[in-house]
Nanobody, 124 residues
Framework: QVQLGESGGGLVQAGGSLRLSCAASGRTFSRYAMGWFRQAPGKEREFVAGIAWSGGSTFYADSVKGRFTISRDNAKNTVYLQMNSLKPEDTAVYYC?????????????????WGQGTQVTVSS
């Protein structure tokens, strides 16, 4: 059974940084793409960043491009999201996800497995 667990969320001032981690278990991590999504209160879950199975290809939402960096360590079965220059509008619960694709997908329905989420709050 695939399990994902996020960590690293918290409260930070605008302009600050956080690094989220997502540890995976239950299958061969390195075969599949990973994605980060977020959901703010009253809003739909939205794509933030994705990384292909090898880490050689990444893709970002326009809203975070240039500020966030996704990476993965297949030896540690972990994917990361480095978030810099945080803004209040980045406040949300952040989820990592994986599915059965080796390449990146941007829609939530493409992902089968989800973590429990970690709260990120950016104060102004």
């Amino acid at each position: 059974q695939v399990q994902l667990g996020e960590s690293g969320g918290g409260l930070v001032q605008a302009g600050g940084s956080l690094r989220l981690s997502c540890a995976a278990s239950g299958r061969t991590f390195s075969r599949y793409a990973m994605g980060w999504f977020r959901q703010a209160p009253g809003k739909e879950r939205e794509f933030v960043a994705g990384i292909a199975w090898s880490g050689g290809s990444t893709f970002y939402a326009d809203s975070v491009k240039g500020r966030f960096t996704i990476s993965r360590d297949n030896a540690k079965n972990t994917v990361y999201l480095q978030m810099n220059s945080l803004k209040p509008e980045d406040t949300a619960v952040y989820y990592c996800a994986t599915g059965t694709w080796a390449s990146i997908a941007t829609i939530p329905g493409a992902y089968e497995y989800w973590g429990q989420g970690t709260q990120v709050t950016v104060s102004s």
